[in-house]
């Protein structure tokens, strides 16, 4: 925002808000108050303390712009209030944490809200268009999952951005193009939200349509399908396969193994069956391009990966065991499991142990799998974060 003029202004009124001059001054003030249950031994609450001093007003000023005031309307389908807001105040000086992961998302997912809200209040002539498109497609596509996949694979390898295929007119290209030896990797990123009103039904039906939308594919009105990130990948499949891709032909397409992948930015999206749901499209979509003749034996399965999973392991990635290597192993241990064929209900019990077992999110797996083989490696946060943080001092 700071380096992109569209968005400067939108910044400004931002950081305005919080009485804050650069935005390191903001995330310096943030960062403090979400840090601070970690360190708290009181389990039934947590309280944020203003130390008395020639900072004790401009503190408090900053925590009650976050604090939900007793005459505040709360929507019963959602947390967007909380989730802006996650403290109330207890007297002045001290507030309370309402829930510790809202405080948490704070720093980051809670901040495009307040942009929103404030980006409506800006004169015509300032407002930011489209802010949750730019969000999504500029700052999530084009910056977080380009620069994370440049850095999980540091070595030489044939890739293509989203971008870079666009320019070279390629229509429907996907947002990343990897193909390390005989290992492809097909990426489609999708920033997106649920309607609170929807996910406040609590129905199944709901939920699906919904997703589907934007994931496997929108029927308008006329009739015709709007492709989704299912139906993206498998076209890209299908061109790969055809030796149609013409940003890479240097393959023999029954040689190459195929993993597409669907970027999610959002952790409510990694919960159990999710990844069965949107695998169950995509399969129906495979076999109809095996229906039509091509080779598609080595197309495996869809992977749901939160971007966050690939920023946390970043290193471990780049080092010890790449992506595709452990989307491999994902996919043998998702697609391992004992058939239910018994009246027992023993047999049954144990049955849904074992499938549930193996319907993991992939961040889940990721991590469980590094853990064990101590292939974790610490992201380089410290060297990253603390002198962008403080370089106007250093300065």
Not at 73 to 91: C, G, H, M, T, V
Request: charged residues 25%; hydrophobic residues 35%.
């Amino acid at each position: 925002m700071e380096k992109t003029n569209l968005t400067k202004p939108l910044l400004k009124a931002f950081l305005d808000n919080f009485n804050s001059t650069t935005w390191q001054d903001y995330l310096k003030s943030l960062i403090p108050l979400t840090t601070s249950f970690i360190n708290s031994e009181n389990e039934a609450h947590t309280d944020i303390l203003i130390k008395a001093g020639e900072k004790f007003k401009v503190g408090c000023d900053f925590v009650e712009k976050l604090i939900v005031t007793v005459d505040e309307k709360l929507d019963e389908n959602d947390f967007i209030s909380l989730r802006a807001k996650p403290f109330y105040k207890i007297q002045d000086g001290v507030y309370r944490i309402i829930f510790n992961l809202f405080v948490v998302e704070k720093i980051f997912k809670g901040v495009y809200f307040f942009l929103r809200d404030i980006n409506t209040t800006l004169p015509n002539d300032v407002k930011v268009p489209d802010l949750k498109g730019i969000y999504g497609h500029q700052f999530s596509e084009q910056f977080l999952v380009y620069k994370m996949m440049d850095i999980i694979y540091p070595t030489k390898c044939i890739r293509f951005n989203g971008k870079q295929l666009d320019e070279s007119g390629m229509v429907g290209s996907p947002d990343y193009y990897l193909r390390k030896g005989k290992d492809v990797i097909l990426l489609e990123s999708k920033d997106f939200l649920i309607r609170a009103d929807k996910k406040g039904t609590f129905d199944f039906d709901v939920y699906e349509e919904e997703i589907g939308k934007t994931l496997y594919c929108e029927v308008k009105s006329n009739g015709k399908r709007k492709p989704g990130a299912v139906l993206q990948l498998i076209n890209n499949i299908k061109r790969i396969l055809k030796k149609d891709f013409t940003s890479d032909t240097a393959y023999y397409y029954k040689d190459i193994f195929i993993y597409p992948v669907l970027i999610t930015h959002d952790h409510q999206y990694d919960t159990p069956g999710f990844n069965d749901l949107i695998n169950n499209w995509f399969q129906f979509e495979l076999n109809i391009l095996g229906d039509e003749g091509l080779f598609i034996n080595r197309v495996k399965p869809i992977a749901v990966v939160n971007i966050d999973s690939l920023i946390f392991h970043q290193k471990g990635l780049a080092l010890n065991m790449p992506l595709h290597k452990m989307l491999k192993l994902y996919h043998e241990y998702t697609h391992i499991y004992t058939s239910y064929k018994s009246d027992s209900s023993e047999v049954f019990e144990q049955y849904k142990k074992e499938r549930m077992s193996n319907m993991i999110p992939f961040s889940l797996f990721l991590t469980k799998y590094f853990d064990k083989h101590n292939f974790y490696e610490k992201p380089p946060i410290d060297d990253i974060v603390i002198p962008e943080l403080f370089k106007n001092e250093i300065e």
